[in-house]
Protein backbone atom coordinates (compact mmCIF):
# COMPACT_ATOMS: atom_id res chain seq x y z
CA UNK A 1 0.00 0.00 0.00
CA UNK A 2 1.58 3.34 -1.04
CA UNK A 3 1.63 5.75 2.04
CA UNK A 4 0.50 9.01 1.93
CA UNK A 5 3.69 10.65 1.72
CA UNK A 6 4.21 8.87 -1.36
CA UNK A 7 1.85 11.13 -3.06
CA UNK A 8 3.13 14.19 -1.80
CA UNK A 9 6.32 13.47 -3.75
CA UNK A 10 4.43 13.46 -7.12
CA UNK A 11 5.64 17.35 -7.66
CA UNK A 12 3.43 19.53 -10.05
CA UNK A 13 1.15 17.63 -10.93
CA UNK A 14 -0.47 17.76 -6.86
CA UNK A 15 -2.63 20.17 -6.36
CA UNK A 16 -4.25 19.88 -2.66
CA UNK A 17 -1.41 20.41 0.36
CA UNK A 18 -1.12 20.24 4.01
CA UNK A 19 -1.80 23.98 5.30
CA UNK A 20 1.69 25.43 6.94
CA UNK A 21 0.26 28.98 8.07
CA UNK A 22 0.25 28.38 12.04
CA UNK A 23 -0.48 30.78 14.45
CA UNK A 24 -1.76 31.75 18.22
CA UNK A 25 -5.52 32.83 18.40
CA UNK A 26 -5.72 35.43 20.67
CA UNK A 27 -9.77 35.21 21.08
CA UNK A 28 -9.69 31.41 21.28
CA UNK A 29 -6.62 31.10 23.08
CA UNK A 30 -5.14 28.42 21.30
CA UNK A 31 -2.79 27.28 18.48
CA UNK A 32 -4.92 27.83 15.01
CA UNK A 33 -3.62 26.59 11.42
CA UNK A 34 -5.23 29.06 8.20
CA UNK A 35 -6.34 26.81 5.62
CA UNK A 36 -6.07 28.37 1.96
CA UNK A 37 -7.79 26.99 -1.40
CA UNK A 38 -6.06 23.43 -2.21
CA UNK A 39 -4.81 22.82 1.59
CA UNK A 40 -6.22 20.41 4.10
CA UNK A 41 -5.03 20.07 7.93
CA UNK A 42 -5.41 17.16 10.43
CA UNK A 43 -4.78 17.21 14.03
CA UNK A 44 -5.23 15.23 17.00
CA UNK A 45 -4.91 18.00 19.27
CA UNK A 46 -7.49 20.55 20.57
CA UNK A 47 -6.25 23.39 18.14
CA UNK A 48 -8.67 25.22 15.78
CA UNK A 49 -8.81 25.10 11.95
CA UNK A 50 -9.81 28.51 10.04
CA UNK A 51 -10.91 28.97 6.48
CA UNK A 52 -12.69 31.90 4.62
CA UNK A 53 -15.27 30.38 1.23
CA UNK A 54 -16.49 32.02 -1.47
CA UNK A 55 -17.34 29.49 -4.35
CA UNK A 56 -14.90 26.75 -2.81
CA UNK A 57 -16.47 24.37 -0.17
CA UNK A 58 -14.47 23.08 3.22
CA UNK A 59 -15.33 19.28 4.50
CA UNK A 60 -14.80 19.57 8.46
CA UNK A 61 -14.74 15.79 8.99
CA UNK A 62 -14.37 14.03 12.38
CA UNK A 63 -13.87 11.02 14.57
CA UNK A 64 -16.13 12.52 17.36
CA UNK A 65 -14.87 8.96 19.87
CA UNK A 66 -11.41 10.41 19.14
CA UNK A 67 -11.79 13.77 19.01
CA UNK A 68 -9.35 13.32 15.72
CA UNK A 69 -11.01 15.76 13.12
CA UNK A 70 -9.45 18.22 10.11
CA UNK A 71 -10.59 19.81 6.96
CA UNK A 72 -10.08 20.84 4.01
CA UNK A 73 -10.64 23.75 1.14
CA UNK A 74 -11.56 22.66 -2.38
CA UNK A 75 -13.14 23.65 -5.70
CA UNK A 76 -13.97 21.27 -8.81
CA UNK A 77 -11.96 21.70 -11.68
CA UNK A 78 -13.44 23.57 -14.63
CA UNK A 79 -15.94 22.06 -17.47
CA UNK A 80 -13.90 21.09 -20.12
CA UNK A 81 -12.83 18.55 -22.38
CA UNK A 82 -14.72 14.93 -20.19
CA UNK A 83 -16.26 17.67 -17.60
CA UNK A 84 -17.84 15.29 -15.37
CA UNK A 85 -15.16 12.59 -14.75
CA UNK A 86 -12.40 14.90 -14.46
CA UNK A 87 -14.27 16.89 -11.98
CA UNK A 88 -15.49 13.85 -10.04
CA UNK A 89 -11.88 12.21 -10.56
CA UNK A 90 -10.16 15.27 -8.94
CA UNK A 91 -13.37 15.91 -5.93
CA UNK A 92 -12.58 12.10 -4.89
CA UNK A 93 -8.86 12.47 -4.95
CA UNK A 94 -8.90 16.18 -2.39
CA UNK A 95 -11.71 14.63 -0.57
CA UNK A 96 -9.74 11.04 -0.18
CA UNK A 97 -6.14 13.09 1.02
CA UNK A 98 -8.17 14.48 3.95
CA UNK A 99 -10.51 10.90 4.91
CA UNK A 100 -6.81 9.21 4.41
CA UNK A 101 -5.17 11.62 6.51
CA UNK A 102 -7.62 11.01 9.35
CA UNK A 103 -7.04 7.52 9.26
CA UNK A 104 -3.28 7.56 9.60
CA UNK A 105 -4.02 10.18 12.39
CA UNK A 106 -6.08 7.31 14.42
CA UNK A 107 -9.59 8.20 13.59
CA UNK A 108 -11.87 5.03 12.48
CA UNK A 109 -13.41 5.51 9.18
CA UNK A 110 -16.71 3.92 10.37
CA UNK A 111 -16.59 6.74 12.99
CA UNK A 112 -16.67 9.69 10.81
CA UNK A 113 -19.19 12.68 10.46
CA UNK A 114 -18.87 15.87 8.47
CA UNK A 115 -19.72 18.87 8.41
CA UNK A 116 -19.56 21.06 5.21
CA UNK A 117 -20.43 24.51 4.23
CA UNK A 118 -19.15 26.92 1.12
CA UNK A 119 -20.28 26.95 -2.44
CA UNK A 120 -21.79 30.43 -2.75
CA UNK A 121 -22.26 32.57 -5.23
CA UNK A 122 -19.76 35.23 -5.11
CA UNK A 123 -17.88 35.77 -7.77
CA UNK A 124 -19.23 37.04 -10.80
CA UNK A 125 -16.95 35.87 -13.41
CA UNK A 126 -17.89 32.24 -11.65
CA UNK A 127 -21.51 32.95 -11.42
CA UNK A 128 -22.92 31.69 -14.72
CA UNK A 129 -20.94 28.70 -14.62
CA UNK A 130 -22.18 27.49 -11.27
CA UNK A 131 -19.50 26.91 -9.80
CA UNK A 132 -20.61 26.89 -6.23
CA UNK A 133 -23.35 25.21 -7.17
CA UNK A 134 -21.58 21.87 -8.37
CA UNK A 135 -18.67 22.21 -5.88
CA UNK A 136 -21.52 21.63 -3.07
CA UNK A 137 -23.84 19.18 -4.93
CA UNK A 138 -20.52 16.73 -4.83
CA UNK A 139 -19.45 17.19 -1.66
CA UNK A 140 -22.80 16.28 -0.24
CA UNK A 141 -22.65 13.01 -2.86
CA UNK A 142 -19.56 11.95 -2.14
CA UNK A 143 -20.06 11.60 1.63
CA UNK A 144 -23.52 10.08 0.72
CA UNK A 145 -21.47 7.50 -1.41
CA UNK A 146 -18.80 6.93 1.39
CA UNK A 147 -21.34 6.35 4.13
CA UNK A 148 -20.29 9.63 6.06
CA UNK A 149 -23.34 11.30 7.75
CA UNK A 150 -23.43 15.31 7.36
CA UNK A 151 -24.42 16.38 10.64
CA UNK A 152 -24.61 20.21 9.69
CA UNK A 153 -24.13 22.67 6.44
CA UNK A 154 -24.42 25.64 5.43
CA UNK A 155 -23.53 26.04 1.62
CA UNK A 156 -24.86 27.84 -1.24
CA UNK A 157 -26.80 31.78 -1.02
CA UNK A 158 -24.52 34.58 -2.03
CA UNK A 159 -22.18 35.46 1.13
CA UNK A 160 -18.90 34.40 1.57
CA UNK A 161 -18.50 32.62 5.03
CA UNK A 162 -15.40 32.37 7.63
CA UNK A 163 -15.49 29.13 9.15
CA UNK A 164 -13.83 28.34 12.79
CA UNK A 165 -13.57 24.70 12.72
CA UNK A 166 -12.15 23.23 16.61
CA UNK A 167 -11.91 19.61 15.38
CA UNK A 168 -11.19 17.87 19.00
CA UNK A 169 -14.89 18.52 20.28
CA UNK A 170 -16.22 19.25 17.41
CA UNK A 171 -17.87 22.84 17.25
CA UNK A 172 -17.91 24.94 14.51
CA UNK A 173 -18.40 28.84 14.31
CA UNK A 174 -19.52 30.48 11.09
CA UNK A 175 -19.61 34.26 10.10
CA UNK A 176 -21.22 35.24 7.08
CA UNK A 177 -19.34 37.74 4.86
CA UNK A 178 -21.75 40.57 3.75
CA UNK A 179 -19.30 42.32 1.95
CA UNK A 180 -15.58 41.39 0.85
CA UNK A 181 -14.02 44.48 1.56
CA UNK A 182 -10.90 43.34 -0.29
CA UNK A 183 -10.20 41.50 -3.14
CA UNK A 184 -8.18 38.93 -1.25
CA UNK A 185 -10.63 35.89 -0.93
CA UNK A 186 -11.50 36.93 -4.81
CA UNK A 187 -7.67 36.67 -5.55
CA UNK A 188 -7.02 33.25 -3.99
CA UNK A 189 -9.83 31.41 -5.27
CA UNK A 190 -8.86 32.82 -9.11
CA UNK A 191 -5.69 32.02 -8.68
CA UNK A 192 -6.49 28.45 -7.26
CA UNK A 193 -9.32 27.54 -9.92
CA UNK A 194 -6.01 29.08 -12.41
CA UNK A 195 -3.86 26.07 -11.19
CA UNK A 196 -6.52 23.29 -11.55
CA UNK A 197 -7.12 24.64 -15.29
CA UNK A 198 -3.10 23.95 -15.70
CA UNK A 199 -1.96 21.28 -13.69
CA UNK A 200 -2.81 17.56 -13.80
CA UNK A 201 -4.89 17.27 -10.69
CA UNK A 202 -5.58 13.38 -11.22
CA UNK A 203 -2.90 11.89 -8.91
CA UNK A 204 -3.87 8.08 -7.96
CA UNK A 205 -4.20 7.74 -4.11
CA UNK A 206 -5.05 4.45 -2.70
CA UNK A 207 -8.23 4.48 -0.92
CA UNK A 208 -7.68 3.21 3.13
CA UNK A 209 -10.53 1.15 4.53
Known amino acids: MHALTAVAERGPGLIEHQAAQRYFDRN?????????????????????????????????????????????????????????????????????LLVNELIKAGARRSALVAKVFGGGRVMASLANANVGERNAGFVLDYLDREGIPVV??????????????????????????????????VRREREYRERLSRDDASGDIELFS
Not at 61 to 75: C, L, T, W
Not at 157 to 168: E, G, Q, T, V
Open 28 to 96: FSREAVKILPGEFFVTTRDMLLVTVLGSCVAACIRDPERGIGGMNHFMLPDACGDATSRSARYGAYAME
Open 152 to 185: AQDMLDSHARKIYFFPHGGRVLMKKLARVNNDTL
